[in-house]
């Protein structure tokens, strides 16, 4: 028994050395051939779009492993165009630089008799992916593209690796449109973790898989991107997706102008409001990357956005309500979304929603805020085969109107309807009624000197050109004041006779009035229009406000 241990370790050791006498003739005569064999085969593969050129290749037949040295597949443009004017060319080419290619634990057993290739790992360090797509006629064939795995049929029946890593990527996107106009992204320092990558006969339509693979992770530490076409640029610090767990997080998001408000608004010609936007924290559950991929579809169960502020600002000075609004509605604008969606559930909490107006007339900026925003949104989505089944997206709402009142609102939207049907209906707690004087004395020069607000009820409706509805407004002790006109470096001067007289004979200082008589607000307004979604609601909604005080609207200044 002896002898046959003595002989199985003298047979293991023999070809131990016959594989190092292997990888050194590989060494020293191989790599040429082999250089050659694959430089070859990427051309003649690519119609020569591709050459393949590297440094150096070591390879160690006795552990398996290899290393490839500073990697370059690169596309050729003038066999680009060449192949542009004879309608072959793909949209997209691609040149790929990469500092190290490592695998480790190849088999040889599944290579030489399963015809499979079998990997451990494979590391991939500093690499440079740049990406471009151009606005070009599609091939001239009606064949589908192959598949990764009818491409490699012919040489394995499988591709295995078991890990896939790759740090610090470098990706870079630059796609012409029609008109000439280049766009181009950059996302750096990208890492990326794959496991159980497999291509086979049956992995294609393996649902449970993304690319191939059971699982990617993607890091992205920070990333800035103005955006093509804008005056917005995006950011964020961090970013990390998991295609496993079906999750998606990032921090500290921004949406923001990149040019002054005062440049934005002499040169605005729609009369946007101009955006501010940051978001501590986006979360996102439920994540399909089937979906996205297979149907071009960016789906997700919930969405959590937490922590936030956005801030919307206009300037009177500047621009005019002079452009149509018909048909821009949040849920109309969802419905013209190029991209489809479907997120089952937004939920929001801590979120600060801000509008700001600067007064052509009064020189001075007014403010509404609803604070501490928290509740959700549900169907938000533009799939029409999904609304067919369910065609309203709802929002349930709560907030601190001007950090004090609760604010409770119940919102829908009927994402099918032509003429933007929607409605809102909603409350507002105990608060004091000057606090409103943030908005009211820059814009209208007037103010709120005393009242309570005990109640505010409302249920309204509207579409693209008329909204209607009902409004209650109880109260106490409601007092205004009047102002003249401000001048040049002076206080402003109360109208004491016409304050007098507004609150005596146009007012009521209470709902209930002094004669027991209760004032429903009955809505029934015609839009204007050029006016916003929101500026009609605005505008509705105080029409209510001025039934129950006992004010005829039309006399009241308008806000622009």
């Known amino acids: ?24 003739y590989y060494s020293l005569h191989y790599k040429p051939i082999l250089k050659k064999k694959l430089t070859q085969y990427v051309a003649g593969s690519s119609d020569s779009l591709y050459r393949l050129s590297y440094d150096d290749l070591r390879i160690n037949l006795l552990t398996g492993t290899a290393t490839l040295a500073n990697a370059k597949l690169e ?75 009818q491409t490699i049929k012919g040489t394995f029946k499988a591709v295995h690796v078991e890990r896939i890593d ?44 993304t690319y191939y693979a059971k699982e990617i ?53 729609e009369n946007k409001a101009l955006i501010f936007l940051r978001m501590d924290s986006v979360a996102v559950g439920g994540f399909k990357a089937q979906q996205l991929i297979r149907h071009k579809r960016l789906y997700s169960k919930e969405i959590y956005l937490k922590k936030g502020i956005a801030s919307f600002h206009k300037d009177k000075r500047f621009q005019k309500d002079n452009v149509s609004k018909i ?27 801000v509008y700001n107006q600067f007064s052509d007339k009064y020189l001075k900026e007014g403010s509404i805020a609803f604070n501490n925003v928290r509740g959700e949104i549900t169907n938000v989505t533009n799939d029409t085969t999904c609304l067919v089944k369910n065609r309203y997206m709802r929002a349930d709402l709560d907030a601190d109107l001007m950090g004090t009142g609760l604010l409770q609102a119940r919102l829908y939207f009927d994402m099918l309807s032509k003429t933007g049907h929607h409605g809102y209906k909603g409350t507002l707690g105990p608060m004091e009624a000057p606090a409103f004087n ?83 607000g009955k809505v029934d307004y015609t839009r204007v229009p050029e006016y916003s979604h929101f500026k009609t609601i605005w505008k509705s909604l105080f029409e209510g406000i001025a039934q129950c005080v006992g004010l005829n609207p039309k006399y009241i200044p308008d806000s622009g």
């Open 1 to 24: 028994m002896k002898k046959v241990w003595i002989w199985i370790i003298a047979i293991v050791a023999l070809f131990i050395i016959v594989l190092a006498g292997v990888s050194v």
């Open 75 to 149: 596309s050729d443009s003038l066999i680009y165009k060449n192949l542009v004017r004879r309608r072959k060319a793909p949209k997209s080419r691609f040149d790929i630089g990469i500092s190290a290619l490592t695998f480790n634990g190849f088999s040889w057993w599944d290579f030489l008799i399963r015809r499979q290739l079998h990997i451990s790992e494979l590391r991939i360090d500093t690499a440079h992916i740049h990406l471009f797509t151009s606005a070009i006629t599609p091939r001239d064939t009606d064949r589908q593209p192959k598949t990764l795995y």
């Open 166 to 209: 790759m740090v610090d990527v470098n990706f870079q996107s630059s796609k012409t449109q029609d008109n000439g106009q280049r766009e181009s992204i950059k996302i750096r320092n990208v890492r990326l973790r794959a496991t159980d990558f497999l291509v086979n006969a049956t992995t294609e339509s393996d649902t449970n898989r």
């Open 217 to 269: 992770d993607v890091r992205i530490p920070k990333w800035y991107h103005q955006i093509s076409g804008s005056v917005y640029a995006v950011s964020f610090d961090n970013v990390h997706v998991n295609t496993k767990e079906e999750t998606a997080s990032l921090t500290n998001l921004k949406i923001a102008p990149t040019i002054s408000k005062q440049a934005y608004f002499k040169n605005d010609k």
């Open 327 to 353: 048909g821009q509605a949040p849920h109309q604008q969802i419905m013209k979304m190029s991209q489809s969606i479907l997120f089952d559930t937004v939920f929001v909490k801590g979120v600060d929603i």
């Open 438 to 520: 943030r908005i009211l004395r820059p814009l209208l020069n007037i103010e709120i000197g005393s009242g309570h607000i005990r109640n505010i009820r409302f249920d309204m409706e509207g579409t693209d050109h008329k909204n209607w509805g009902t409004f209650y407004f109880d109260y106490d002790n409601l007092k205004v004041n009047l102002f003249h006109p401000p001048a040049a470096g002076k206080n402003r001067k109360k109208k004491k006779i016409l304050t007098f007289l507004v609150n005596q004979v146009l007012v009521n200082d209470s709902n209930p009035d002094a004669n027991e008589v209760y004032h429903v």
